[in-house]
């Protein structure tokens, strides 16, 4: 390559790197600082509160779940379930792990299940428990960490809570209650959990 070449490579090598800095300062460059409006979401300020409650017992879901103390058990649990199945009064069941079951629930209630396996299976070596449709007071006495308890209301007072134990409908059940309130006492985003207490 003769030196001629090499200079008119060179010459438009250099041609087009100046033609892109001038672009990128025009494009770039000259830009002033301009005032500009944005939108920004306000995150609520909460806290979150405990209480204790005592709710009723309205209903029960179709799901039931039964614990075992002891793997040995197995075969009599499944003799069991396997009755309730074949009656109607389950329509199915299955195993959640070694020792626990979960069963859907046919002609029979939870509390009515709860009876039947109380009776034949040994009651100290196996539990029953299910999702019972509770309804919490309209206010509960709540507290964030050891503060002054001021009553916080509940706009909807009907949950589905887990209980590991069975109680009869109509009865009060103490539950413990959480909630994330915004700093007017409010709930925020029906943010709450419920569990027995007892």
């Known amino acids: 390559m003769d030196q001629k070449t090499k200079k008119l490579i060179f010459f438009i090598g250099s041609l087009f ?11 770039f460059g000259n830009n002033q600082t301009q005032p500009t409006s944005t939108t920004s979401v306000l995150q609520a300020n909460t806290l979150l ?17 039964v614990t075992v103390l002891s793997k040995s058990q197995h075969n009599a649990v499944n ?21 626990s079951y979960q069963a859907v629930l046919a002609s029979i209630n939870l509390n009515q299940f709860s009876s039947y396996i109380s ?14 449709y509770i309804r919490l007071p309209a206010n509960v006495l709540m507290a964030a960490g ?3 308890a001021v009553p916080i209301a509940f706009p909807q007072t009907n949950y ?21 309130v915004t700093t007017q006492g409010k709930i925020f ?7 027995g207490a007892g």
């Open 17 to 27: 790197v100046a033609v892109i800095f001038v672009t990128s300062y025009l494009a």
């Open 49 to 65: 509160v405990y209480g204790t409650a005592n709710g009723v017992v309205m209903n029960y879901s179709y799901s039931a779940f």
């Open 79 to 99: 003799a069991t379930l396997d009755a309730l199945e074949s009656s109607g009064n389950i329509s199915s069941y299955n195993p959640v792990n070694s020792t």
């Open 119 to 132: 009776s034949h299976l040994n009651s100290s070596n196996v539990s029953v428990g299910g999702y019972t």
């Open 146 to 148: 050891g503060g002054q």
């Open 160 to 180: 589905s809570v887990y209980l590991p134990k069975v109680y009869p409908i109509g009865a009060n059940v103490p539950l413990s209650v959480q909630a994330l």
């Open 189 to 195: 985003n029906n943010q709450v959990r419920i569990s």
